[in-house]
């Protein structure tokens, strides 16, 4: 059988644990020639190891396929641009980039410090902006010369940002400008092929256990050897790997959320009702009746835990 990806070149960024590993294998599997990119910090993105990148690159030539590791950092604008050269000169070309990178230094708004901010914003919003904007000047570049590479940008969000989770207003927000960015970046790289989604994963990883201690008991239940696993990170590996392939080419611009045998197809910002005056301007006590009434009529908004009571696993 024909592998998904043969002949392409993928970054993966954030690849050396968890979900981006998961990611680079799977990506490889099916053929791909993978970066393997990761700093090696810890989860709130403090230190650096060359080990994590290696040991994934390890792991893909032992089963016969092809790495190389990357350790820049994804908050660099000048090393976000070798890691896209990494691709091209080690490979001869890049087709899919997955922004995975991310770290958590969670604190509710009133004990948040700049630092926590910055940081966060710095790895999650800017770092996907430093990556795939370079890719996408490769990608443009190379559609003009007439050598259309089909690419694919993949990109990681967030419940914690398309639904709210309190204490993470850094990452949230991060997550929720990182959909947004995709939808444009998909508008924008439309006439040169290239396409932009986002998934929303759901898995066991550093973030979900020691950074989120509210998650860490739900996240580290195991079943039984011979059950399926709900919450492995590698559950989401397909999904990537589908929209990084050329049957892909028509979807883009959307957002995914992936955990466990669930797959969800998501919207963001869209009109519930509307309701006008007749060519007048609303005073508030006017305009106050029909908000409270539009509120009601819809109810609760969907809650952070929903998904995981929705795949059965509260």
Not at 32 to 60: M, Q, R, S, W
Request: aromatic fraction near 6%.
């Amino acid at each position: 059988m024909a592998k998904m990806l043969e002949g392409k070149v993928a970054i993966v960024t954030g690849a050396g644990r968890g979900l981006g590993r998961g990611e680079a294998l799977a990506l490889a599997k099916e053929g791909a020639k993978v970066v393997v990119n990761d700093l090696g910090g810890g989860f709130d993105g403090t230190g650096a190891a060359h080990g994590p990148a290696e040991d994934v690159c390890k792991e893909i030539r032992a089963f016969g396929g092809e790495a190389v590791p990357n350790f820049e950092s994804v908050a660099d604008f000048a090393g976000a641009k070798r890691i896209i050269e990494a691709a091209v000169s080690n490979f001869g070309a890049l087709n899919i980039l997955v922004n995975n990178a991310g770290i958590l230094r969670d604190k509710m708004i009133f004990n948040m410090g700049e630092d926590d901010w910055d940081a966060v914003i710095n790895v999650h919003l800017k770092g996907t902006f430093n990556c795939t904007r370079h890719a996408c000047a490769y990608w443009r570049e190379e559609h003009k010369a007439g050598r259309s590479r089909g690419g694919r940008l993949i990109h990681t969000v967030s419940d914690a940002g398309l639904l709210g989770n309190p204490g993470q207003t850094n990452y949230g927000a991060s997550k929720a400008a990182i959909a947004a960015f995709s939808l444009i970046t998909s508008r924008e790289m439309a006439r040169y092929e290239v396409t932009s989604n986002c998934v929303a994963p759901g898995g066991r990883t550093r973030l979900t256990t020691d950074a989120t201690p509210s998650m860490k008991a739900l996240m580290e239940k195991v079943p039984p050897a011979g059950e399926f696993d709900l919450m492995d990170p590698e559950n989401v590996a397909p999904l990537v790997v589908y929209l990084a392939s050329d049957d892909a080419k028509d979807i883009s611009g959307e957002v995914f959320r992936l955990m466990g045998d669930r797959v969800w197809f998501l919207r963001g910002w869209h009109t519930i009702e509307s309701k006008g005056k007749g060519k007048a301007r609303w005073a508030p006590e006017e305009v106050g009746p029909v908000i409270k009434e539009m509120v009601k009529k819809v109810g609760a908004k969907e809650e952070i835990m929903g998904p995981f009571k929705e795949a059965g696993l509260i």
